[in-house]
């Protein structure tokens, strides 16, 4: 008797996924088969098979991460992609492909094997047009409900009035309410509330003082940035776009996700030194990110402005004129470019070493203040501290990455686990705490900080010792990228907040065919509900900072 675990007999001596053992566990639930850049199986079935397919895939081959769900329409059918991971090892990628017919496009949900498919799902209903059978709750979810017709559909008239009367319609923001039949009120949070970090709405129900049920209510920044990105060429139209999602200090660490895919879609090499610099800049990008939701997130918890916030934004600085000395810009950076990066390091170099090693080197004692000021707070513990619970299971459910998910003990981090840059020639660590809880993220976070410290000072030290004639920062990219006919790949980078995934197909033109952005803020955003469920109000403010999102890239 094998006493292997049924994940284990799915992969091969070398690590890598069996692809037979993989059709052999689907058996006749496999139409046909694709080649996917990044999956080392892609299979097709049926749209009624949908579940039971997901819950082999899940529960027989180890594949617990529905990262992203991808919706298109082509002259044929509809398609949707359940792109598979597993957060033990990120480089097994499955995709399950689920056609659906031009008439009558009808799939089976995923919900049952992810709960994460409610949200992408949702999406693809909004802006697609694929209905989900047995799905919870199919309705839009960046578009307002009395939207007409689906954006990203090929029959979509732009010209055509898109929003009815609104007199057909109740007003979505109502009056907070008692319910008619029991004791539970209806409780507005939001749109126009800065606990809500943005403009999202929270549709709370209260069961006397604690939280009965939570709906996020999104879309209100949704900004077609998908279908821009389809508008525009892969060489030199599409990096700008990334810097908008998260526009607050992630702009690189965007810039890179949409790199990595382009760069896999159309083989392109890059050289070493672009990948050092980019691994730096990155870094600092990060802890600019942490920065910034440490600050806002002791705002929310005990409204500390004039110390921390301030703190925090003071450190940031710092960081940003940095990143300035290097792109030129404080937050729009658009300093990557297919193959490598705009341009080397700023002149003198020896001045743009001295700046950033002073940063490093007073950072350790900015952050002991941190922990003296924030983590050592009883306010701060008693607020934080065993509220916003979410166990190991539910936030891999919910397709959970980031600090959000390593607060939850899991584990994963793609900087390590599918190694790109330079990182893996680089001495650092995955931080990860065990609480699940809003204290535990908070201190990821900072942890976290402390390891980008040393990321970016490694690549300062490689890029003082770098040999002059060595130092090239591009590779040869044609001017014009036409990658092949219906090539298509899902790459993903570790942003700030989690996994920041790019799926693009090619259809032998300039533009991509289907530019489909996977946002770790969205994902994340989902597992509110669960975090929230029997606690109070004050506790969901804090519980809703601890996800540190953003609502440019939640609604894009």
Known sequence: MSLERPSERMVTAEGDVDTDAILDLLGDKVLDTEEHLNADQSVVVRPD??????LALRDEAGFDHC??????????RYESIYHLKKYDDPTQEVSVVVPASKDNPVSQSGNAAYRTADWHEREAYDLVGIDYENHPDLRRILLPQTWQGHPLGMDYDQDRPQIVTLGQWDNPLQEDHMHEE?????????????????VLHVKTVLDGEQVADVEPDIGYLHRCEEQMCQQGTYRHQIMPYPDRWDYVSAGILNEWAYARAAEDLADIEVPEYAQVIRTMSAELCRIAAHMLALGTFALDVYGDFTAIFQYAFRDREVVQNILEDLTGQRMMFNYFRLGGVAWDLPEPR??????????????????????????SNEIFQLRCV???????????????TGPVARGSGIDYDLR????YGYYDELDWDVITEDGCDNYARVLVRMREVEESAKIIEQCVDLLEEWPEDDRTIQSN????????DDTETYRAVEGAKGELGIYIRADGTDKPARFKIRSPCFSNLQTLPEMTQGEYIPDLVASLGSLDIVLGEVDR
Do not use: W
């Open 49 to 54: 098979e949908v579940e039971e397919t997901l």
């Open 67 to 76: 990262s992203c769900v991808t919706a298109q329409e082509y002259e044929d």
């Open 182 to 198: 029991s004791d539970t009120m209806f409780l507005n949070i939001g749109p126009h509330h800065p606990a809500t970090h943005g």
């Open 350 to 375: 020896e001045e743009f070493f001295e700046k950033t090693r002073d940063f490093l080197e007073e950072l350790p004692g900015k952050l002991e203040e941190y922990h003296d000021m924030i983590t």
């Open 386 to 400: 065993d509220t916003g619970y979410l166990d190991p299971e539910t936030a891999k459910s919910y397709g959970a």
């Open 416 to 419: 390590r686990d599918d190694p």
């Open 477 to 484: 990219v044609p001017r014009t990228l036409k990658p092949d």
